[in-house]
Each structure stands twice: as structure tokens, then as C-alpha cells.
């Protein structure tokens, strides 16, 4: 049986995420020993957090899923969160579990230093056959089209689903389907 890993988006648990173990990044301390996996799933900044520690990491195969994959200003990105968190994420339906506000600062310090990381610096050093990128069609916050053509300009295996920025049932079953190759 494959080892798979997540790394949950921002402020988020792993048990968000159903039927996989992670590393619960977003709880101090701050994790720093990477367990051995074959599959390493980082969601938005969770994808961040597994390339900054990719140097770590030896072996099995990254799954990015709505990576952040442009540089922008932190006022740009904080613009992009308040329409995600308006426009998606309080979408009637979508239940989940944040972490406790008092972990709060401690996040939004470790997400303000994975911005400032060169997150596609990271990923051209990967071998192209360890990594595979899975956005959400209708990402237009993070993983935005704008991404997605840097992705494919980069060679980098991408696919699309019909999804937003947030986990969903169809985002699971494309990293399913890659874990099963």
C-alpha cells in the first residue's frame, strides 16, 4: 500500500481532507521532519509548504493541487483571499474546520514567508515525472489562468477539473487517478 501525505491549504486540518494522513503544518510548532511517503498532496499554500521543504524530501512524487504559482504583492494576494473567502468559500454547502484563531498570527506569518519563496524556481527543479499539478478550472484566485499557461509553458504536468480553489470530491478523485499510475 502507497504512503500519500497531505498538506492542507491555509488554515486548515488535515482531517479536512477525509481519507488521507498529513502533517497538520498549520498548528505550532511548526512541523520540521517530513515523513517518508510515496505521494506528498499539497493544497494551495500546503503546496508551497512541501516545496520549501523539498530539499528534505527524498524521493516519491508531488501532487500540487491550486498551487501558488505567480509572485504577487502581499496586498494583491490578501485581495485575491478576501474575494476567494466572499466568492467561494462561503459558498452554502461548504463545510469545513479551520484551526484555532489563536494559531491565527502564527499562519498568517509562516503564509507571508512561502509568498516571498520562488515557487516555480522550486518546481523546475524537479524531475518532471515526480510532479503533477491539478487545478480547479474555476480557481480565479490563486491557481488562476494566468498560472495555468506558466505551468504549460514550463512542460509541467497539468490537470484541469471541473472545480474551484477549494478540495472537493472531483480534485480527490484526480489525485486518486494519479496516485494510480
Keep these: ?3 500519500v501525505l497531505i498538506f492542507p491549504a491555509s488554515f486548515q486540518y488535515v482531517k479536512n481532507y477525509l481519507k488521507y494522513d498529513g502533517v497538520d503544518i498549520w498548528l505550532k510548532p511548526f512541523p520540521q521532519d517530513i515523513p517518508v511517503a510515496d ?3 499539497g493544497h494551495s499554500a500546503g ?8 530539499n528534505s524530501i527524498r524521493g516519491g512524487t508531488y501532487i500540487l493541487v491550486n498551487p501558488i504559482i505567480r509572485k504577487r504583492t502581499t496586498m494583491a494576494f490578501f485581495w485575491s483571499w478576501i474575494k476567494f473567502f466572499i466568492f467561494e468559500d462561503t459558498k452554502e454547502g ?4 479551520l484551526i484555532p484563531m489563536q494559531d491565527w498570527p502564527y499562519v498568517l ?4 514567508e512561502l509568498l516571498n519563496m520562488d515557487t516555480l524556481a522550486i518546481i523546475r527543479r524537479i524531475p518532471k515525472e515526480k510532479i503533477v499539478i491539478i487545478r480547479g478550472k474555476n480557481d480565479y484566485y490563486f491557481c488562476d489562468e494566468k498560472s495555468a499557461e506558466i505551468i504549460k509553458q514550463n512542460g509541467i504536468n497539468l490537470i484541469e477539473v471541473d472545480a474551484g480553489h477549494n478540495w472537493n470530491e472531483k480534485i480527490a478523485q484526480a489525485a486518486e487517478n494519479c496516485m494510480k499510475n
Excluded at 94 to 97: A, E, P
Excluded at 109 to 112: A, E, I, N, Y
Design 94 to 97: 461548504y463545510k469545513h474546520k
Design 1 to 3: 500500500m502507497k504512503k
Design 109 to 112: 506569518q509562516k503564509v507571508l
Design 47 to 54: 503546496a508551497s509548504f512541501i516545496l520549501s521543504q523539498q
Design 39 to 41: 505521494y506528498y498532496i
